[in-house]
């Protein structure tokens, strides 16, 4: 795919001054534009997708969105589903579950060591979306407060305790009027 068409999709409304011969690249930053003077300086020994990403014009259509977010959700309500059907649902449908957690594609982010005040780990995410889903990841996973699904509103929340049903009190309280 021709470069500029491929950067045309990251820049629906104005492109930035971007000019390319062979491998060769030139981005012209205006002096007037500050912020963009300090984004090409800042990012100027990475690739230059991850100054364009921060870039003040940059978008991603909307239906690239949703597909993410439905893909999270996938995730989460069949992992929910899988702990809550598992004494009652047949093999075959927990086979599916498996499989479709399976799917969830781990790009794993890489690492360097910091010394701070005692030795860190600094994760290097080279996109939002990685660091979404890595989280995400982590979060689906904890044990201690696990993501969990509402009884009465439905909605995701993380839950305080390893057995929470409820978001809120006023969940609990209202689901408890129902009964
Ligand atoms: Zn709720």
Not at 35 to 41: I, V
Not at 75 to 81: E, I, K, N
Not at 148 to 170: G, W
Request: charged residues 25%; neutral net charge.
């Amino acid at each position: 795919m021709d470069t500029l068409a491929y950067m045309k999709l990251f820049f629906p409304f104005r492109m930035p001054d971007f000019h390319k011969r062979g491998i060769e690249s030139i981005w012209n930053v205006s002096g007037e534009d500050r912020a963009e003077a300090a984004l090409s300086m800042t990012f100027r020994n990475d690739p230059r997708a991850m100054a364009m990403s921060f870039m003040r014009n940059y978008g991603e259509p909307y239906e690239w969105l949703t597909e993410a977010f439905l893909d999270w959700a996938f995730t989460f309500v069949s992992t929910y589903l899988y702990y809550e059907d598992r004494d009652i649902a047949d093999e075959h449908t927990l086979n599916l579950y498996r499989k479709g957690l399976a799917c969830f594609e781990g790009n794993a982010p890489t690492y360097h060591l910091s010394l701070q005040e005692h030795p860190v780990i600094v994760w290097d995410f080279h996109s939002l979306m990685l660091a979404v889903k890595f989280l995400f990841s982590v979060k689906l996973t904890n044990a201690k407060n696990p993501m969990r699904m509402c009884e009465h509103c439905r909605m995701a929340f993380y839950a305080q305790r390893a057995d929470s049903r409820f978001c809120s009190a006023e969940c609990r309280n209202k689901a408890s009027k129902k009964s």
